[in-house]
């Protein structure tokens, strides 16, 4: 999926952020890469509530079928992908097994990466479709890894959620713990919760009732991105249950007058121009 979108979205191909640049930098300073799915411990102290493996199976089958049909994709283009990820799997079990040299490592990738740049890919008549982008964009967020403190302290307990929530009906196997996963009951009341996404109405996700007034809001919206201004929802989530909210900035919010300087919550700390807030 990461192949795919670096050719629809042109940055594999003109020395973006790749998969490949990610691999370099983790074999440059010999680190190590954890699986993490729902239920994955994370150094002892946090449990993954999301993704779950049978999802992104299932949902990357899904999603592959719908971006080969709408950009016209050669059976042998696509195999010709599935070739290259192999090889990426067996870089990343490598790493993932710590037993490697990185410098040989390093020259791996980048053959892989000159031979994946110099194949020609021909994606059908209408390569630069946005709709097939959003798609894939929209599945990495839905596979983001929502993570809280395995031990419920009640006072203490953190929720994070990436940039999980454009389906927002993923929300409702996590909250009903669909599976049966004893281990990923959701505390009933969190002292932190970081919004999914940057707080924007496509990703909103009510957490009303497992906030109360000693609880923090954390969204980490941009003001210099006004597509992700946060939802006045949030707003009126914060002064119901008395809630403090802690945003980035002040200038990127649907909330009444909140753009216009006067923002609408109480209890609010603004991290601009700092770049960190410490919570206690």
Known sequence: MHLLRGILDGSILSDGTTIFSFLNAIC??????????????????????????????????????????????????????????????????????????GNQMIQQINSLEQSFRESEWEFGSNPFNRRGIIELRSFEN????????????????LLFTGDFGYNSSLWKEIEHNSDGNCDCDMHSIYHAIKTGHHGTRRYYHSFVNRMNCHSVLMIPNDGRKMRWNIC?????????????????????????????????????????????????
């Not at 596979?143 to 307990?157: H, L, P």
């Open 28 to 101: 440059k300073n010999h680190s190590i890469i954890h699986f993490v799915q729902r239920g994955t411990s994370i150094q002892e102290q946090y449990i993954a509530l999301w993704p779950s493996e049978e999802y992104i199976s299932s949902k990357a089958k899904e999603v592959l079928a719908d971006i080969q049909d709408l950009y016209g994709i050669s059976e042998s283009d696509i195999e010709r992908l599935e070739k290259f990820s192999r090889e990426l799997i067996k870089i990343v079990r490598i790493i993932y097994s710590g037993d490697y040299r």
């Open 142 to 157: 839905d596979i983001s890894i929502v993570f809280q403190n395995k031990e419920d302290c009640q006072t203490g307990n």
């Open 232 to 280: 006045s929802d949030y707003s009126l989530n914060v002064i119901t249950v008395g809630a403090t909210v802690i945003c980035s900035t002040d200038n990127a919010c649907e909330a009444v007058n909140c753009n216009y300087g006067t923002c609408t919550c109480f209890n609010k700390n603004i991290i601009a121009p700092n770049i960190y807030y410490d919570i206690t």
